[in-house]
């Protein structure tokens, strides 16, 4: 009797062993089989064979920058370039094919070789300059963005069509990026476990000076492996401005973070050693699968991005608990036929279990409608920005007044991210989608997607190009511009010093209101422009970039700011100046800019009533939704507002 009983626990305790060891080592492919349950049980959109195409997509371009980056992470490094570098490959990509007339094939070349030449540089600083990975990197991200900047001399530039068909789909369903996805996972697979430079990869990772004294070259393997990395990061930028028809100069800002946080999440240390292309694409899928949930949830903009945060956190310390208990992320390669046998049968498992329990779930939503007629999605090109914020408020007002179910999503001035935003509300089955676009040319494949399943669209404060838009709300940057002008050379009696701060490079916005200023500066030949920088619509930079231009600039007599933030931070540098020896004139009209107006410091404001542009474009959105007439363009008066008038002005 106690024989048998000692007998039946080590069996008991093997099980639990077991089954522990299994949910540690197989933690990334758990987490996305909860995360993809959860997300079907509360949202009926969820589980649509067009949304999970989307979310494909979605995860594509992070996906292969997190390919590469696994290359680094396996090797004990870190590469924070990644998204710079796939910025700057597009750009010289769109630039070779359109401005300087190469054929196209050479510029995908050309493309490519750029991604590897910075892989090239990021390992030799790393390798012979004795640099920290993460010094070296930090220095490439920002030379990349700054390339790219200087080549499309910030504005976007339009992709050649026979590349771009790598945004579109085969057969009508089936996505060009998520193949691409496949396949770029398919070769890092093979290249971690059937390749010296794989198996190179793990021991450096392992222990680099055992690397060294067993006769590893690792300084030429650390220079290889960062090449790869900057030839995968180059793919990803192909596929992110494919996916748009341009190259953004600030596409896949803060990429590289997406890309390190889906190599940990699928299972790779940070000290180096473990890693897996398969848990790569696992955790970029969590993070996408996160993204479209919490998206069609209507979760706010900016819990998204506290959710997401505590994801990356926790999956750090599951490594850290899993590395504890002994569990281990097999290299690729590594492990024999019998245990790569045993991976494939676990991910089946996983695949079966997941479908069943996914096909329970779906019968929840079944034969129960959303209660509410009317859904609206309102895409916002940042909510870092009063004048936005100011759109989102009259929206919500009239969407409370008219009983419309509107979701708010913010794009924080990404271009990509939009277009991701903009997918999701076309797989929710919205009744019409409010888009103010980071840009308006990378905005049209999105609302051609709208377009094609007859969710009608409503542009507000900038229009959208290449694709069919209900209506335009808007004021006119242009015009706005050519009043801005006409205020500042007016009170400065016609002649003059100015300076003038952009707007963010590359957005329609800046472009359109600095071509009105100039436009209206032509009138006043007295009035000389001594410098032009980018503050990029923030207060903070505004005060940095004006600081500086006094410097060189003491005397000047005028300043124009593409919007009220930067006016105030130009406000605060120029100190008791400002509204006395020196005029600042602003844009937008937003309240602390209207309140600089009333106090003296800000001359003037091109206001343009934001809450107006909200409120309009919530009406016409549920007219196009509900099959009414819409006036195609619908004009919001723009308004110097100044000292003697801004009591009576209503934003």
């Known amino acids: ?86 910025a700057l490959s597009a750009t010289v990509l769109a630039w070779s094919a359109t401005e300087a007339g190469i054929p196209v094939a050479l510029a995908v070349l050309l493309s490519v070789l750029t991604g590897i030449a910075c892989g090239l540089v990021n390992g030799f600083l790393i390798s012979y300059g004795k640099l920290p990975p993460f010094i070296a990197t930090l220095a490439m991200l920002s030379v990349g963005r700054g390339l790219s900047l200087v080549i499309s001399q910030g504005s976007p530039i339009a992709f050649p069509d026979s590349v771009s068909h790598l945004g579109d789909t085969l057969g009508g369903w089936l996505p060009v990026p998520v193949l691409v996805m496949i396949v770029m996972g398919l070769i890092t697979a093979f290249v971690l476990g059937r390749t010296y430079i794989g198996r190179s990869m793990y021991a450096i990772g392992g222990n680099e000076e055992a690397a060294r004294l067993s006769g590893l070259r690792v300084k030429r393997q650390k220079i290889a492996i960062y090449a790869l990395s900057g030839l995968f990061a180059a793919a990803a930028g192909i596929v992110l401005a494919s996916r748009l028809s341009s190259a953004q100069p600030q596409a896949a800002q803060g990429y590289e973070l997406d890309a390190i946080a889906a190599v940990v999440i699928g299972g790779a240390s940070l000290a180096g050693g473990t890693g897996k292309a398969s848990g790569t694409l696992i955790g970029a899928l969590i993070l996408a699968v ?56 676990t991910y089946v498992i996983a695949a079966v279990v997941a479908v069943a329990v996914v096909g329970a779930t779906s019968l929840l ?98 229009g959208v190009n290449k694709a069919q838009t209900s209506a335009l709300v808007a004021s006119d940057n242009i015009e706005g511009g050519k009043l801005g002008a006409r205020a500042l050379a007016e009170k400065l009696g016609g002649k003059g010093t100015i300076v003038i701060l952009q707007g963010q490079a590359g957005t329609s916005a800046s472009r359109e209101r600095g071509a009105g200023f100039a436009a209206g500066l032509k009138e006043y030949p007295g009035i000389k422009v001594v410098a032009k920088q980018p503050a990029d619509f923030d207060r903070t930079k505004g005060l940095d970039v004006m600081t500086n231009l006094l410097q060189a600039h003491p005397d000047v007599d005028g300043v124009f700011a593409e919007n009220d933030e930067m ?8 100190g008791s100046k400002a509204g006395k020896s020196v005029q600042v004139v602003g844009f937008d009209g937003t309240p602390d800019g209207l309140k600089a107006v009333q106090d003296g410091t800000l001359y003037a404001s091109v206001a343009q009533q934001p809450k107006e542009l909200g409120r309009i474009a919530v009406q016409n959105a549920l007219r196009a939704a509900e099959d009414k007439k819409v006036e195609q363009t619908v004009k919001v008066p723009v308004k110097v507002v100044t000292r003697e008038n801004v009591a009576g002005f209503e934003g």
């Open 290 to 345: 996160l993204r479209n949930g919490l998206n069609l949830l209507s979760v706010s903009a900016f819990w998204q991005q506290v959710v997401i945060g505590v994801v990356i956190a926790l999956a750090v310390l599951f490594d850290t608990l899993r590395r504890k208990a002994g569990a281990v992320t097999p290299a690729a390669g590594a492990s024999g036929g019998g245990n790569l046998g045993k991976q494939a049968l």
């Open 365 to 462: 939503h079944n034969g129960s409608p959303d209660g509410r007629s009317q859904k609206i999605g309102l895409s916002l090109s940042t909510l870092n920005n009063p004048f936005f914020v100011q759109i989102r408020n009259g929206a919500q007002a009239e969407a409370k007044k008219l009983g419309v179910d509107l979701t708010v999503t913010d794009a924080q001035n990404d271009a990509s991210q939009q277009a991701n935003q903009l997918q999701n509300f076309v797989s929710g089955r919205l009744s019409a989608v409010v888009v103010n676009p980071v840009d308006s040319d990378a905005a049209g494949p999105s609302v051609r997607s709208a377009n094609k399943d007859g969710i009608p669209v409503i542009a507000v404060d900038r």
């Open 1 to 86: 009797m106690a024989t048998d009983t000692l007998k039946s626990k080590p069996g008991a305790q093997g099980a639990t062993s077991g089954l522990r060891r299994l949910l540690l080592d197989n933690g990334a492919l758990t987490a996305l089989i909860v995360l993809v349950i959860a997300m079907s049980a509360l949202s009926g959109d969820f589980l649509t064979a067009d949304n999970l195409l989307n979310v494909g997509v979605q995860a594509a371009v992070t996906a292969i920058l997190a390919f590469g980056v696994t290359f680094v992470i396996v090797s004990a490094g870190i590469d924070l370039s990644v998204g710079s570098v796939a």
């Open 567 to 574: 006016a105030l931070g130009a406000i605060k540098a120029l």
